[in-house]
């Protein structure tokens, strides 16, 4: 192979050598590997699972599924692959996700450049050889000169920390592990543990099927209407034909998604429009009630308040039971502010006689028995225990590996006191390290912000490649710029005043109970636009020989 960033590996002799190295077979690893593939590079992706599709192949658990439109949420790179692949809903259930992934990856014969079953448990670069040398659980090492972390920031699951989860004799799952084969509800009596928007999918499911379904709840969630439906072919053919146009929409709106927040404040107008407006949000498909609604609700407190009391009141009118519905509103955030779960008939769950709601602040967890959970107050036995406790999100799947840079020193350090990257892609001692979807990277709809982020790293591979360059590391005061602007567009943001995932808060995960500015909170046009800028200046935030 002819190319620039060619080297010879100057480690143990059976180490694997490669041009670049990625780590996940997620939608940004496939993708990056076909653009590094186009390059010329030998690129190699390396996957703890037995397939491709990241999130989509772990997440197996009931009810999961796209609260993103299908169509704005895959690849838009191939037109051939837009008008070959018809989604069957509004909403993709995960299923059909990880077809669609695997059909992309085996359009591009992609899976021929990835090793599976391997999962990374460190990679250290050596300043002398100018290499990444990586190992995994099991197989020789890898070095490569350039190394791609493909983690996705949701895909670190965290376990509770309560006593005796390893003495439960019945069938224990957390969802982001869920089995390859059906799991039978019928006849079971089944405990979910939490009612994040994973939990909330499962409730969803498990309640239709299950003898009895206890959830246990430590803070709920403000969830709004999915509004999911089948793709008919008159629509199925209108979207086909709109691709374009829908593509550029989520180009210009604030996260990608097909909804962008209304210019009009909340107090623009009369107590009449606003609830008129809010009822038609309500009633619409997807994330405009969130994303789609008054420019203020998530940065005014009198703003956000409205739409709060909005919510409950259809919470109150969903559940029958007003004792139930009221540890269903949440008390402590306002709508919004946390990321919000949508949902199909999940309040409706709470009026069967099958389920139970059980609020652990009032009666908390103290202990996982033989036979199921003891609280403060009873003992209940369950044939299933599912786990939806979610994720160290962002920097989780990071702290997981042991990352070592220039000086020895490991990015968990490093990260100590919370990221500090430059646009989210790089972080200072760690040469040719860039990460998609990293911390401080716009999220939003996330393959939008992926192939961004895919497309800016190929290009600052392809200027290497140009300029007979084959070191890259972002200067420490590009570093303290980029982490101060982030701080500065995520300052006036409620959502930053509240722990959650959002925030890098964990209450599982060890030292993970402060609050930290651990993404972008400003608009997607806003972060192209300054590493755009970087790319038109020749990279001169970035050490490049």
Same mark, same amino acid.
């Given at each position: 192979m002819n190319t620039t960033l060619e080297s010879r590996p100057t480690t143990a002799p059976s180490a694997t050598h490669h041009d670049a190295l990625i780590?996940?077979?997620g939608m940004s690893g496939l993708y990056q590997l076909l653009r590094l593939r186009r390059l010329g590079l030998n690129a190699h992706i390396l996957e703890a699972g037995s397939g491709v599709g990241g999130t989509w192949y772990w997440n197996r658990y009931p009810g999961a599924r796209f609260d993103s439109e299908s169509y704005s949420y895959g690849y838009s790179f191939s037109d051939e692959i837009l008008q070959e692949w018809a989604w069957s809903e509004h909403f993709a259930p995960q299923p059909e996700t990880l077809r669609y992934i695997n059909f992309v990856a085996d359009k591009f014969d992609l899976k021929r450049d990835i090793t599976f079953h391997t999962r990374v448990k460190s990679a250290h670069y050596d300043a002398a050889a100018n290499l990444w040398t990586l190992t995994a659980d099991n197989g020789p090492p890898h070095t490569a000169r350039i190394l791609i972390t493909a983690l996705g920031p949701l895909s670190a699951p965290t376990m509770p920390r309560i006593p005796g989860v390893e003495t439960f004799k019945g069938t224990a799952y957390h969802t982001a592990n869920?089995?390859?084969?059906?799991?039978?509800?019928?006849?079971?009596?089944?405990?979910?543990?939490?009612?994040?928007?994973?939990?909330?999918?499962?409730i969803q499911e498990v309640s239709k099927t299950a003898l009895h379904l206890t959830v246990f709840q430590r803070t709920p969630n403000w969830c709004a209407p999915l509004h999911n439906g089948k793709i008919d072919d008159e629509t199925q053919a209108?979207?086909?034909?709109?691709?374009?146009a829908m593509f550029a929409r989520c180009q210009e709106t604030f996260a990608c998604f097909l909804h962008t927040p209304d210019p009009r404040s909340t107090f623009d107008v009369t107590p009449e429009m606003r609830e008129a407006f809010f009822e038609k949000l309500y009633a619409e498909r997807g994330f405009g009630i969130w994303q789609g609604n008054f420019r203020d609700i998530l940065t005014d407190r009198a703003a956000n308040a409205e739409i709060t009391q909005f919510v409950a009141r259809k919470?109150?009118?969903?559940?029958?039971?007003?004792?139930?519905?009221?540890?269903?509103?949440?008390?402590?955030h306002g709508f919004g502010t946390r990321r919000v779960p949508l949902e199909t008939k999940y309040y409706e769950v709470y009026n069967q006689p099958n389920v139970s709601l059980v609020d652990i602040n009032?009666?908390?967890?103290?202990?996982?028995?033989? #036979? /199921?959970?003891?609280?403060?107050?009873?003992?209940?036995?369950?044939? +299933? $225990?599912?786990?939806?406790? &979610?994720?160290?999100?962002?920097?989780?799947?990071?702290?997981?590996?042991?990352?070592?840079?220039?000086?020895?020193?490991?990015?968990?350090?490093?990260?100590?006191?919370?990221?500090?990257?430059?646009?989210?892609?790089?972080?200072?001692?760690?040469?040719?390290?860039?990460?998609?979807?990293?911390?401080?990277?716009?999220?939003?709809?996330?393959p939008r912000s992926i192939e961004y982020n895919v497309d800016w790293v190929t290009g600052l591979v392809a200027h290497m490649q140009a300029h007979t360059l084959t070191?890259?590391?972002?200067?420490?005061?590009?570093?303290?710029?980029?982490?101060?602007?982030?701080?500065?567009?995520?300052t006036g943001l409620l959502s930053n005043e509240i722990s959650?995932?959002? #925030? /890098?808060?964990?209450?599982?995960?060890?030292?993970?109970?402060?609050? +930290? $500015?651990?993404?972008?909170? &400003?608009?997607?046009?806003?972060?192209?636009?300054?590493?755009?800028?970087?790319?038109?200046g020749g990279y001169q935030e970035i050490v490049l020989r």
């Open positions: 780590i996940g077979a869920w089995p390859h084969h059906p799991v039978d509800f019928t006849g079971k009596r089944v405990a979910v543990i939490g009612t994040g928007s994973t939990g909330v999918q499962t209108q979207i086909k034909a709109n691709y374009p919470i109150r009118e969903r559940v029958i039971d007003q004792t139930v519905a009221e540890k269903l509103i949440p008390k402590n009032d009666t908390p967890i103290e202990r996982i028995t033989e #036979t /199921g959970i003891k609280t403060s107050d009873a003992d209940h036995d369950f044939d +299933i $225990i599912i786990y939806a406790t &979610g994720f160290d999100a962002i920097t989780g799947s990071f702290d997981r590996i042991d990352i070592r840079g220039v000086r020895g020193q490991s990015l968990r350090d490093t990260w100590s006191n919370g990221p500090q990257t430059f646009i989210g892609v790089m972080v200072e001692g760690f040469p040719n390290m860039f990460m998609l979807m990293g911390p401080h990277t716009a999220l939003g709809n996330i070191y890259a590391d972002a200067t420490p005061d590009a570093v303290a710029s980029w982490t101060r602007h982030v701080i500065t567009v995520g959650s995932w959002f #925030t /890098g808060v964990n209450s599982n995960v060890e030292g993970k109970q402060t609050r +930290i $500015i651990a993404r972008y909170s &400003g608009s997607a046009p806003a972060y192209r636009a300054w590493c755009d800028t970087v790319a038109a």
